[in-house]
T-cell receptor, first 115, second 111 residues
Framework: GAGVSQSPRYKVAKRGQDVALRCDPI?????LFWYQQALGQGPEFLTY????????KSGLPSDRFFAERPEGSVSTLKIQRTQQEDSAVYLC?????????????FGQGTRLTVV | GENVEQHPSTLSVQEGDSAVIKCTYS??????FPWYKQELGKRPQLIID?????GEKKDQRIAVTLNKTAKHFSLHITETQPEDSAVYFC??????????FGAGTRLFVKA
């Protein structure tokens, strides 16, 4: 595709509900990142994939957060039993190469509101 | 842990003036420093980046400097224009992994 695509763009969840956020990276991009961006803050790292391998998940805030990229392309970030503090914009980014200095392209993000 | 501090949080300049945003990082192993511009409601977009083996890089009105000893890097925008108004984020990473972002600088350029 032309860019990184995320869906849905907006999600309202009731507290305790499970949600799944999807990221379609640019075709052929090896690296995929998930970030959480709270209002007025910079993106905070959640997790990183190189193809289908999740190489770093140190930023996931709790075991309610889970990410996967089973075929090395589309990725899903799942949040179980959502809490109000999970409300944020979730950004996905992808880059062409691994272990090199290449630009990461961001998606538009999914704005999650937990009520 | 790894941390990137960014200053100022808000910057207001007159059109045509220069704007400078400063960042410091904590992880001495960081070797890649991108800068992103984010307009309201839009995705962050890379505007310039610098690698640790370079001290300065310039692209038209935008320049970035890096002082590895001090773990400090800065963004300079000259001849600012109203369309430069946005939030700017500095970031630091090791070869593109686990990029750590600063908290952002909201730049206002007054016409």
């Amino acid at each position: 595709g032309a860019g990184v695509s995320q869906s849905p763009r907006y999600k309202v969840a009731k507290r305790g509900q499970d949600v799944a956020l999807r990221c379609d990276p640019i075709s052929g991009h090896v690296s995929l990142f998930w970030y959480q961006q709270a209002l007025g803050q910079g993106p905070e790292f959640l997790t990183y994939f190189q193809n289908e391998a999740q190489l770093d998940k140190s930023g996931l805030p709790s075991d309610r957060f889970f990410a996967e990229r089973p075929e090395g392309s589309v990725s899903t970030l799942k949040i179980q039993r959502t809490q109000q503090e999970d409300s944020a914009v979730y950004l996905c980014a992808s880059s062409y190469k691994d272990r090199s200095y290449t630009e990461a392209f961001f998606g538009q993000g999914t704005r999650l509101t937990v009520v | 842990g790894e941390n990137v501090e960014q200053h100022p949080s808000t910057l207001s300049v007159q059109e045509g003036d220069s704007a400078v945003i400063k960042c410091t990082y904590s992880d001495s192993a960081s070797n890649y420093f991108p800068w992103y511009k984010q307009e309201l409601g839009k995705r962050p977009q890379l505007i310039i980046d610098i690698r640790s083996n370079v001290g300065e890089k310039k692209d038209q009105r935008i320049a970035v400097t890096l002082n590895k000893t001090a773990k400090h890097f800065s963004l300079h925008i000259t001849e600012t224009q109203p369309e430069d108004s946005a939030v700017y984020f500095c970031a630091a990473s090791k070869a593109g992994f686990k990029t750590i972002f600063g908290a952002g600088t909201r730049l206002f350029v007054k016409a």
